[in-house]
C-alpha cells in the first residue's frame, strides 16, 4: 500500500542534501502539480520511487500516447499546466503525436522522460533516442538536464515557457544518473530566461485604431479562437460583442468562448461551419479575429477569404500576424487585456440591416438532417446528448464526422466545455482526453462523442478510467466505416471506399471486459433511454449508437474553394 503522504512543506524550502529525483518532485509540488500522468521504466525508477509517498496523484495510463492526451486534456479543462512523465526509448518516444497535438492547439504540458547515463548518450544504448532532437519541431522548448544543479531551475523555466505567451508544450529529458546525484539545494533558485520576453499590454495607439475600425463598420464580424479561452477572455470578449452589437463566429476551438445561445453568436465557422458564418465573413466590412490563427480549415481559399473586409487580428503571438492572411491592424498582447481596453472605446450600434440579413441567413441556412429518418442519425445522437445534459456537459471528440457533428450539434455556453484536438486533427483523443479532463473536473459530466475508428485507437484506456474510478462516458457514433474518409471517397473519388471500411469489436463486451458499463442501441427510439442510463452510472461508461452508416457531414467547403462555396446546402434545404 502507497503510505499518507507527506505535505508539501515537508519536501520544500529546505536547505539539505537532495537527489536529482527528489529536486524534480520538490519542484511539481512548488510549481502547484497535484495531478500527473506517467508511465514507469527503467530510468525513471528513482523519480518513481521519490513520487510513492508525495503529495500528487499519479495516473498511469495504458499507453504514453494516452497519458500525453490525458496531460493535454486536464491542463485544457483546468487552465493548469499538465504534467506527462515517460521513460527512455520508446516511451518518449510515445509522446511525440501528444506533444505535436499541444503544440498545434498553444496546450501548456510539461513532458518529463528519462534518459539513458550521460556517459552512454550517442552509443546507442538499451532504451536510448534523442528525445530532444526528435521533438525540437513540436515542443515550445526542450533540453537536456546533464547537471544536477541545474534541475530546479531547468523545471521552474519549463512551467513558465508551457504556460506563458502562447502556450506549449515543452519537454525536459533527465539522464538517470542526473535523477540520482546529489546536490545541496534550499530551493532559491532564480531563472535565466534571457531574451524570452511575453508582450501582455497591446499598443494603446493600436487598440484606438481598431476601436474606430469597429466604430465606422457596417457589417463587421468577431472572428474568435481558441486564444480567447486560453487567455480566460471569455467575458471581455461577451463585453466587447454587447456593447459595440457585433456578431460573433468561432473557430472548432473558440467554441465556448461564447455562449451559442446568444443571439448574436454565428455559431462555428470554415469548412464544416455555418453557412450564416461562411456567408457574414464573406461579406464582412470589418473582420475582428481574436486570438486565432486564419487556419485553412477556416479560411477556405485564401486569396478570396473575406475579400471587402478590413482585418483587425489580436494575439499574443507576433509571429501569427499575417501569417497566414494580410492584417490591417494588428495589435500583439493579451486577449484579455486587450480586449477590456477595447471595449472601453468602441461605440454602441444597432446595425440592424446587418442583424436582419444575418437572421434570414440563418432560418435559410441552419444545421439540418432528416428527422423523420427511421435508423439512427448521428445528429440526433448529439442533439439528444445536449438535451439531457442540458448542455452542460464537458464534451471531448475523438476527430472525424464524430468532431464535426458534435461542434454542429451540441450547444456550449462557457470556455473549457469543449475539448478536441483542432491543428493535428489527432484520431483516439476523445477517449484519453475524457480522462483527463475527469481528472481536471471529477464532479463535471465528462462525455467523449467519439467515432469508431477513433476509439479504436485508445479503447484501452478505458481501463485507466475504470482503475481510477473516473466516470468518463463515451458514445460512439459507430458507422463502421473511417467516415470522414469515406466521405470524401464519395463525393471526390467515385465512391471507392478503398481501405475506409473496418470490422469493429462488440463495443459493449469491450467495456464490460475493461470493467465497465457496456450498451449497445440500434433503434431509434432507445436513444434517450440509453442516454439516460449512461448518465445514471456512477462509473465508467460506453455506449455503442449503430448509426447511419452514409451519413455526410454538410455543409462541407472542399478543398481549394472559398469559405461560401458550400457542397450540401441544397440537400439541407430539401430537408426543410
Known sequence: ?????????????????????????????????????????????????????????????????????????????????????????????????????????????????????????????????????????????????????????????????????????????VPVDVAIAECKTDGSVNMELAGYRVRTKGNARQISVAAKAINKAKQPVLYVGGGVIIANASEQLRALAEKAHLPVTMTLLGLGSYDQSKAESLDMLGMHGAAYANYAVQEADLLIAVGSRFDDRVTGKVNTFAPNAKIIHIDIDPASISKNVHVDIPVVGDAKVILAELAKEVQHHERKKWFKKIAEWKEKFPFRYDENSSTIKPQYVVEQLCRLTSGKAIITTGVGQNQMWTAQFYRFSRPRQFISSGGLGTMGYGLPAAIGAQAAEPDAIVIDIDGDSSFNMTMTELATAVQYKLAVKVCILNNGYMGMVRQWQELFFNRRYSSSYLTNPDYATVARALGAVGITVDKKADVPKAIKQMLAEKGPCVVDFKVEREENVWPMVPAGKSIDEMNGLDILESMA
Open 1 to 173: 500500500m502507497k503510505p499518507k503522504p507527506r505535505s508539501p512543506a515537508q519536501f520544500t524550502g529546505q536547505s539539505s542534501v537532495k537527489t536529482g529525483a527528489q529536486i524534480i518532485v520538490d519542484t511539481l509540488i512548488e510549481q502547484g502539480v497535484d495531478t500527473l500522468f506517467g508511465y514507469t521504466g527503467g530510468v525513471v525508477l528513482p523519480l518513481f520511487d521519490k513520487l510513492y509517498d508525495a503529495p500528487i496523484n499519479i495516473i498511469i495510463p495504458r499507453h504514453e500516447q494516452g497519458g500525453c492526451h490525458m496531460a493535454d486534456a486536464y491542463a485544457r479543462a483546468s487552465g493548469k499546466v499538465g504534467v506527462v512523465i515517460a521513460t527512455s526509448g520508446p516511451g518518449a518516444c510515445n509522446l511525440v503525436t501528444g506533444l505535436a497535438t499541444a503544440m498545434m492547439d498553444s496546450v501548456p504540458i510539461v513532458a518529463l522522460t528519462g534518459q539513458v547515463r550521460t556517459d552512454l548518450i550517442g552509443n546507442d544504448a538499451f532504451q536510448e533516442a534523442d528525445i530532444t532532437g526528435i521533438t525540437r519541431p513540436i515542443t515550445k522548448y526542450n533540453c537536456i538536464v546533464k547537471e544536477v544543479k541545474d534541475l530546479a531551475r531547468t523545471i521552474r523555466e519549463a512551467f513558465h515557457i508551457a504556460s506563458t505567451g502562447r502556450p506549449g508544450p515543452v519537454l525536459i529529458d
